[in-house]
């Protein structure tokens, strides 16, 4: 007998005929004397419903109000899924947010989870009942609605996991695990039977977009062994993402390559080097709430240096206006050049801490396919390389297939 | 400065359009200086849509689950309706019934008020805010999300001016008022300025379908003033439903004609004419959870008597086998009759009281028209009679001009 917390996503129920599929797979769980509490997302499509009603009525919806509104989607979900483990004969319950007291901060629609009361839910576990929570949503100290901001269901799931002490977090989705790279593209691609929280962060940060990265976060910081698995294809075994490096690990040297085409790259030329130049710089674009990604500053000469960065597509323009207005005027650099037409390609893996070289053969195997690197950084685990966008899907081949990705271990 | 509960019913809220004007109305009253409390229904048609969902699950939902996601409704009302708000510069929020504690029995889809924390509503209204509270809906003492049955946002509405000592609760509906009939069978039916509580309820009982007869008892039983308004025409003053009968009464002997053609009637034919012959006809029937509305026995002859009553139409089918199956048997009864085309109309007023003759005044206007009169009842302020539905229109518009009901007091 296993206590797991099982998180279904939009897609899992987003019709009548799909979480009828749901409350199945829970049943065959409870038919097996595990104990279940069951976190669920709206059905697909409704919160966008939602959100584009609240529109309607007020361009920048009040968060606060936003978040009455939104959350019903997850109530939604957790009364018909109850519904469906009734008609199957099982004790069910749901509960919203607010009832099992998600006690989260007041940052309304990006809300983070403070505290989260176990009693009434253990209790019903042990009366038989499978608990059905809504994701996503809490309340305030002063009993306001919360949302966690989206994807914020796999937070809510790993949050109960840790503070019911379930023995897995299992994340069910539309696909059947985490994979070497986007089968997609790579059709080779291969899943991976489990994968380290620090691989998966990097992983997630960086394109891939089965979890949603604060629940990993969440699920290291607490350590809850969470298991990506596939809603709609029979039990298989999924991926375990491990806390652990030794347990259950392949020994590859990298686990996975991750790659996207939402960055832009700026490149200020002819940068003054001197101490504080890359807060003057950043300094005005965070403070204008656009999230910087790669920073690369190159050692210079004669007392001068180019200075790169990137930034989500959508702040492109707007990034490039607060540096030539605000910042090229005072720090004098010579010119502000940049690009959207480029990806992003990383591989991943906590092999590389041990094996040197893996860099190097990166790059030695996009210089034998042609293909220029434009930035490059580097993590303990991950080496990043922004190259034309033309090349992203090549570039991601040839690596996955000199990793030798595609072998089974 | 008066302080004013307004509910405002699911037409009134039924697209984005109408919760602005909405907020426009509201607003005005908040520029005046007035309290308000807001109570709104789910918007027309979003009910309907939620149960259909639920019946793809289970036949039939199961009740506290049903709760759960019918509550969604009025969540996603307020919450328009406060942005809206907020659109126009007024000071709002929004509150389920669960967050201002509106505690009721744990009857699920029909449950009662038991009582109300009016402090947080009276908190904010002290710092300006337009309060919005979702109606139809509270929990019950586990924590469990209820739902008042349909209609329950005027009993929502009525219970929170009781609460908090409203001067009045404003109830907006797509009418202006209260009619002394159906405008669209006589075209001469005058608004009501004023009705006393046992009218309306006599009215509302009737077939009059303003005003749901759970929130017209509950507004009698806590002495709070209630007036029917429309939502969309300009400040017309409505109909107050008050409990005072000199209280801007109108001296008109009868106030209204209601009507319905929603029963049907069936007579046991040569009872034995003994004690307990009602209790042993009707006990069978009540114990299937039929309702039974008219019951009429005559005085008997030979010992034995006529026993009819009328049942709503969609019992009439099984109410008959029952008394075939289950009754007449025991009881002997010649024949077992009936049928579904009748129509009850029916004068109401607190005037009949101190008038005599009312009902033989009805009785004569109709025997005029060629109307037979197939049974007839009466209580203190009202005459019900059965006609042949053929000639409900007829029975209505002659007695509406006989009573003098067209004109202005």
């Known amino acids: 007998m296993a206590f797991y917390v099982q998180k279904y996503g939009g897609t899992s129920v987003g019709s009548a005929e799909r979480i009828k599929n749901v409350a199945r797979r829970v049943a065959r769980f409870h038919a097996d004397n595990h104990q279940i509490v069951v976190v669920v997302s709206a059905m697909s499509g409704e919160t966008n419903r939602l959100i584009a009603l609240a529109k309607e009525i007020q361009n920048n919806p009040d968060p606060r109000e936003l978040d009455v509104m939104v959350s019903t989607g997850e109530q939604v979900s957790i009364a018909l899924l109850a519904m469906a483990l009734k008609a199957l004969n099982v004790k069910a319950k749901s509960y919203t947010g607010p009832q099992v007291k998600i006690l989260t901060d007041s940052a309304h629609t990006k809300a983070r989870i403070l505290n989260i009361d176990a009693d009434k839910i253990l209790a019903d576990l042990n009366d038989g009942y499978v608990v059905i929570v809504a994701g996503f949503q809490g309340m305030d100290q002063y009993g306001s609605i919360t949302t966690l901001g989206r994807g914020g269901s796999d937070t809510t799931g790993v949050a109960l996991a840790?503070?019911?002490?379930?023995?897995?977090?299992?994340?069910?989705?539309?696909?059947?695990?985490?994979?070497?790279?986007?089968?997609?593209?790579?059709?080779?691609?291969?899943?991976?039977?489990?994968?380290?929280?620090?691989?998966?962060?990097?992983?997630?940060?960086?394109?891939?977009?089965?979890?949603?990265?604060?629940?990993?976060?969440?699920?290291?910081?607490?350590?809850?062994?969470?298991?990506?698995?596939?809603?709609?294809?029979?039990?298989?075994?999924?991926?375990?993402?491990?806390?652990?490096?030794?347990?259950?690990?392949?020994?590859?040297?990298?686990?996975?390559?991750?790659?996207?085409k939402d960055e832009a790259k700026i490149t200020v030329l002819g940068v003054p080097d001197h101490p504080g130049i890359a807060y003057q710089i950043l300094g005005p674009v965070a403070d204008a709430g656009i999230d910087v990604d790669m920073i690369i500053q190159n050692v210079g000469h004669d007392d001068l240096t180019d200075f790169s960065f990137t930034v989500h597509r959508n702040d492109f323009d707007n990034t490039i206006r607060i540096i030539k207005e605000k910042i090229q005027p005072h720090i004098g650099a010579r010119d502000v050049i940049g690009g959207d037409k480029i990806a992003k390609v990383s591989i991943v893996g906590v092999g590389m801490r041990s094996h040197a070289g893996i860099a190097s053969k990166m790059f030695r195997i996009l210089a034998e396919e042609g293909i220029n690197i434009q930035m490059i950084t580097t993590s303990e685990i991950k080496v990043s390389v922004v190259v034309d966008e033309k090349y992203m899907e090549l570039a991601v081949r040839v690596l996955h297939k000199a990793f030798d990705l595609e072998q089974a271990l």
Request: proline residues 3%.
């Open 162 to 260: 840790a503070a019911l002490h379930a023995d897995e977090c299992q994340i069910y989705t539309d696909v059947d695990g985490i994979y070497t790279t986007d089968p997609r593209v790579v059709p080779e691609a291969r899943r991976l039977n489990s994968i380290t929280f620090e691989e998966m962060l990097e992983m997630a940060s960086l394109g891939s977009k089965v979890l949603q990265i604060r629940s990993v976060e969440f699920a290291g910081k607490y350590k809850v062994k969470l298991r990506v698995l596939s809603s709609f294809e029979d039990e298989g075994p999924g991926t375990l993402i491990t806390f652990e490096e030794n347990e259950n690990m392949e020994q590859a040297v990298i686990s996975g390559i991750a790659f996207n």
